[in-house]
């Protein structure tokens, strides 16, 4: 019964390079989550996702960075063009539909050099 | 605007006492409460929630209490343990009904 897993654990991107960020939610659920976790902060709610829709995006950044959840595979949250303000951990929570309980994964932690 | 902080950011008991982990809401519409714990390098771990409807409810070690009133939500750990060590969040459901809103986090040290 695996829980919600997130690859690669650890990113490291140049200035400038693209990064993809992926999510497998737990088994049987559908909604699919992304936080952004700076040091010594609490998680920011990013988008929400379900299977080939995004419901919520109001957290996203508004220039270079998408998230999808296709039908088949991951979720992908994508960083184009990083800059050093984008390294902090990411985080990705799913639920099964109409039920507020999210489980997090370990998440990603992305360093921008 | 809503937002969810913590009274304390840092709090240190010693082992096999009871430690008391405060929140305090600002959004009275929010209806759903849940409670994690974050281990160094690890991601945020369901403890236990609480629904609007309810002022207590308690699980293996754990109760959690919810104020509606003063908009405030509290944690009890009984008999802390060394493993207990770690970063407490409080998260609400916000009006959008999907995002949690997350706190910034309360850190609890165990000393034996």
């Known amino acids: 019964n695996a829980g919600v897993m997130q690859n690669p654990r650890h990113l490291v991107r140049r200035r400038g390079q693209e990064a993809r960020l992926r999510c497998s939610p737990m088994?049987?659920?559908?909604?699919v989550y992304w936080y952004r976790q700076l040091p010594e902060e609490g998680l920011k709610f990013m988008v929400y996702?379900?299977?080939?829709?995004?419901?919520?995006e109001s957290g996203m950044p508004k220039e270079r960075f998408s998230a999808e959840f296709p039908k088949e595979g991951p979720s992908i949250l994508r960083i184009q063009q990083v800059v050093r303000g984008d390294s902090a951990a990411y985080f990705c929570?799913?639920?099964?539909?109409?039920?507020?309980?999210?489980?997090f994964g370990p998440g990603t932690r992305l360093t921008v050099t | 605007g809503e937002s969810v902080g913590l009274h304390l950011p840092t709090l240190s008991v010693q082992e096999g006492d009871n430690s008391i982990i405060n929140c305090a809401y600002s959004?009275?519409?929010?209806?759903?409460f849940i409670w994690y714990k974050q281990e160094s390098g690890k991601g945020p771990q369901f403890i236990i929630d609480?629904?609007?409807?309810?002022d207590k409810r308690q699980g293996q070690r754990v109760t959690v209490l919810l104020n509606k009133t003063v908009k405030h939500l509290s944690l009890q750990i009984a008999a802390t343990q060394p493993g207990d060590s770690a970063v407490y969040f409080c998260?609400?459901?916000?009006?959008?009904?999907?995002?949690?809103?997350f706190g910034k986090g309360t850190t609890l040290s165990v000393s034996s």
């Open positions: 998260a609400e459901k916000g009006q959008a009904g999907t995002a949690l809103i």
């Open positions: 959004n009275s519409a929010s209806d759903y």
């Open positions: 996702l379900q299977k080939e829709n995004i419901i919520d």
């Open positions: 088994k049987g659920h559908s909604h």
């Open positions: 609480i629904r609007s409807n309810m």
């Open positions: 929570a799913s639920s099964p539909p109409a039920v507020g309980e999210q489980y």
